[in-house]
């Protein structure tokens, strides 16, 4: 009785999907309409919500479980890079959003939030799709899809030609190369 007490005890202390897409949005939106806002400031904010590692991971595919422990980290960190980049410089530029929240959905440990981006009068339904190791977890984002277009898909057919073409190493070197791009762009 006590152990089954104590498990929904420390269930309910993990925030929901939709609470862990709810809060980082905020931060966000709090980042971006402060004085000052940089890039540095939302990529330390977008860290806390999602897990950098499983995206790369599901973006690299099978291409993954053939990779050395060292290879895994360079990749996931030139992927980090990469997208934390992106994404800031996209975010910085947009300025503020209003976001309406939807459905939650929960299944095992997989879970997405469906939420509407407003700006202006753009109206972008976007999904997030969240996962977490095992029930005691936090839910962590590893998708976005934005108008049916999933940024895991999007990436995953990127790499997989170019993995085709130039082989892992042709791969990471594109990558470092854009980040490098991206970053200098932000400065």
């Known amino acids: 009785m006590f152990a ?8 309910a202390a993990t925030p929901a999907p939709l609470d862990v897409v709810k809060s980082g949005n ?25 897990d950098w590692g499983e995206l790369s991971k599901r973006a690299l595919g099978e291409t993954w479980d053939k990779l050395t422990p060292a290879q895994r980290k360079d990749f996931s960190e030139a992927m980090q890079g990469l997208l934390r980049a992106s994404y800031a410089q996209k975010a910085l530029s947009q300025g503020r959003a209003l976001i309406q929240y939807g459905q939650e959905s929960i299944q095992g440990n997989e879970a997405t939030v469906d939420t ?3 700006m202006s009068r753009d ?7 969240l996962y977490r190791g095992d029930a005691k977890s936090e839910w962590r984002i590893y998708d976005i899809v934005t108008e049916d277009i999933s940024l895991l898909e999007t990436y995953r057919g990127q790499f997989r030609k170019i993995l085709a073409d130039k082989g892992f ?7 470092k ?3 490098a791009q991206l970053e200098k762009s932000l400065k």
């Open 4 to 11: 089954s007490l104590l498990a929904a005890v420390l269930l």
């Open 26 to 50: 905020a931060e966000v939106q709090k980042i971006i309409t402060s004085k000052g806002a940089s890039a540095e400031q939302l990529s330390k904010a977008v860290d806390r919500f999602v």
């Open 116 to 118: 509407k981006v407003i």
């Open 123 to 129: 109206r972008l339904p976007v999904r997030y799709k």
């Open 169 to 175: 190493d042709g791969l990471l070197s594109t990558l």
């Open 177 to 179: 190369s854009k980040r």
